[in-house]
């Protein structure tokens, strides 16, 4: 099991950008999948990217994609969102996550972070 935190979530105006991270503990980092998830209130967690354990593979949601950039730093133990020209529909708790499989389900990832609320006002 892998210990996940993320920061860097806030309040921003829509087409603002934020920057969030992923602190993980524990010594294999490197060889899980990572992922971004989101629950705005009321719905259920849905996908938003994911990257690969050694960094060579990335996916998004079509809904993110394009304004998006989902990273990692092995050697730092970090996981990055950058979040360009936000939209209120962007507002959520996201949350990041770390698994075995090269999945997009919630059920994919075994390891999850409490969370950071980004609101993005209109």
């Known amino acids: 099991q892998v210990q996940l935190a993320e920061s860097g979530g806030g309040l921003v105006q829509a087409g603002g950008s934020l920057r969030l991270s992923c602190a993980a503990s524990g010594r294999t980092f490197s060889t899980y999948n990572m992922g971004w998830f989101r629950q705005a209130p009321g719905k259920d967690r849905e996908f938003v990217a994911r990257i690969s354990w050694n960094g060579d593979n990335t996916s998004y949601a079509d809904s993110v994609k394009g304004r998006f950039t989902i990273s990692r730093g092995n050697a730092k133990n970090t996981m990055s969102l950058q979040m360009n020209s936000l939209k209120a529909d962007d507002t959520a708790v996201y949350y990041c996550?770390?698994?075995?499989?090269?999945?997009?389900?919630?059920?994919?990832?075994?390891?999850w972070g409490q969370g950071t609320q980004v609101t993005v006002s209109s």
């Open positions: 996550a770390a698994g075995m499989n090269w999945g997009i389900r919630p059920a994919d990832f075994g390891s």
